[in-house]
């Protein structure tokens, strides 16, 4: 029979804490939030041997067990026994061994609330490279618990570590000894609470002295805490920092007897002199500003060729069907609908995968965490700090989990302005907006041999989205009336080699979601569209028949030229051609018609519901011979009632900075209200995102028209 256990994997951040969990658990996980507070949950399954499965709750990173963020008081109920939901059997810890002294001190108070602990040491490589060597077998003797080597980039160690956790799991949940007892206090207070509650250790007691009202204790019990504290005259401050100092003096025994450290003067680390550049206030952003520009040109260079072949593919696959199948409605559906949709969804999974693969390999590489560090005195002008710009970062992919990541900011000032800015970070939903428009308007040329004239404007995009970002949250930081001291302290990464799979795998993943998520709603409304623009009101239908059945009777030299201005003015009067007549008069001044009309309107529910927007109006009223046409080439091809092109170079920028701009994603105003617990600030999101929007796309308009 197998028993099944609960473990709680925690350690300090940037232990490799989460690429262990990732190697355990595989792809057997699954993220929730824990109830009352918004911050995830990530759980997974774990076969520990053929007798043992756990269940693998990976708790936010936290570097002792005095908590200060919201994170950080997840992990320490869930550890204190104190959450109703998770309740461990086993404590894994993960810690760096590079830096162990630092990551000792989380540890010790892990062990001294006697609960079964596995300590797993990552990183090993990085300590040899600093030239530290660490007696294993020793530092298990000095601590008591089970010390194992892992490398989770590489799969090193795992079979040793589940070995460990099945034994450990046996011993029927043998706790380990003290590593500290009195913590600078008579045995009094800690006596009394353990009198109250006798089967908790005595730090846990301790903790109860100090923690007691963020517990679920009874009003009795705490009244009873309080009453031993004034009894006692307990300084909780003091009493903390007695602790430290007691434990950091036993780590310092500890490492004397089992860890070998090279005179740090002696070696400079590769890191430190590449941070020396890296971080430099100029030579730091300027290598910032051509890595972004690399990147960018790259979802160019790279994507071109198999998005031309995906649209070559479609356009091919739609001219022959048109061709080959009957003229009845379901194939008009299956063409115009459901292929034209389709195509929306596949011709940009190249250009994602790129953008994410390439981001994914920076955050491998360590340089992400930099971008922070060099940007927190930028970012403090305008009323942020530099956690903000990981979130801000993040809204590069998508601004819903983006905003959640907002939550490690403490200071509360700092978290609603970076919520109220980041969807203006150009996410990926954009991207296939961008595209399409910067191919239609932006001449497809090289300078110098490599500079993509197209690459330059997407960069700007997401550069222009970045700068307004930062003007907003100047202006909102004289509004919002929150005073709270800040604090940014960063724990800066090693350089490491970036993990191609890692990246692979990634790419993959967002794929999959794209296609598999906005696909979904891409499709859905594609469909809808189709419905939409291929049906109307009964009588207007009808009387645009009428009128060119007659004019085809009375000209029938121009049957072909009639039969292109019937399907046209059916398209007009259909009920998507009737919405967007009613709303062109409002977007007319940014040099919209009413198709695009439509698609800002359908793509409030998803940005990247544009493009299948496209295909789909783009689509109905075709001849089967216009089919094999790209979406490129049909929208390039629309002109307006007096000849001139729909898409033009003021339309097309005065567009691009409209979806770099507005508030066009429902989800996202969700989760804003989810995260402040207000309708209010998601409102004031939309309304000023909008307005932004439109005032700068009439400037841009009328600039270039």
Known sequence: MTKKINIALVGNPNSGKSSLFNVLTGLNQKVGNFPGVTVD???????????????????????????????????????????EDIKPDMVLLVADASNLKRNLLFCTQIIDLKVPVVLALSMMDLAGNKGTQIDIPGLERELGVPVVSINPRKGKGIPQLKKIIDQTAAKNNAAPREFIHNFGLSENPVAAVKKLYPFISDYTALHYLINHQHFKLGASMQDKIEAIETENNFNATRTQAEEIMQRYSRIKQIMQGTVVENDPLKKVLFTEKLDNILLDRKWGYLILVAVLFLLFQSV??????????????????????????????????????????????????PQ??????????????????????????????????????????????CAVPAIMSARNIENRKERLLTIMVTPLMSCSARLPVYTILIALVIPSKLYFGFLSVQGLVMMGLYLLGTVMALIVAWVMKWFIKLTEKSFFILELPVYRAPRWKNALTTMIEKAKIFVFQAGKIIMVISLLLWVLSTFGPAKNMAAVTTKYQLLVQQNPQQETELNRERKTALLENSFAGTLGKYIEPVIR???????????????????????GTMATLYSVGEDASDNSSTLRQKMNAAVRSDGTKVY?????????????????????LAVVKRETRSWKWPLIQLVYMTGLAYLLSWGIYNIFV
Request: net charge neutral; hydrophobic share 50%; charged share 15%.
């Open 300 to 349: 160019f260079w790279v994507a071109h060729y198999p998005m031309d072949a995906i649209e070559w593919i479609f356009g091919q696959l739609s001219g022959f069907l048109s061709s080959n199948l009957p003229t009845v409605w379901w194939s008009d559906l299956l063409v115009n609908g459901v292929l034209a949709g389709l195509s929306g969804i596949m011709v940009f999974i």
């Open 648 to 668: 033009n170079l003021a339309t097309g920028l005065s567009l691009l900075v409209f979806y770099v701009l507005a508030m066009q994603c429902m989800s996202t």
């Open 589 to 611: 001044p940014l040099g919209y018609d009413w198709k695009i009309g439509i698609a800002l309107i359908v793509s409030f529910a998803a940005r990247e519901v544009f493009v």
């Open 352 to 397: 994602i995968m790129i953008l994410f693969g390439l981001i994914t390999l920076l955050e491998d590489t360590g340089y992400m965490a930099r971008i922070s560090f060099l940007t927190d005195k930028l970012m403090r002008k305008v009323g942020l700090n530099g956690k903000s710009v990981m979130p801000m970062i993040s809204g590069l992919a």
């Open 41 to 83: 949950k990530k759980t997974g399954q774990c076969t520990i041997s053929e007798t043992l499965s756990a269940t693998l709750i990976d708790l936010p990173g936290t570097y002792s067990l005095y908590p200060k963020r919201a994170d950080e008081w997840v992990a320490y109920k869930v550890l204190l026994q104190q959450d």
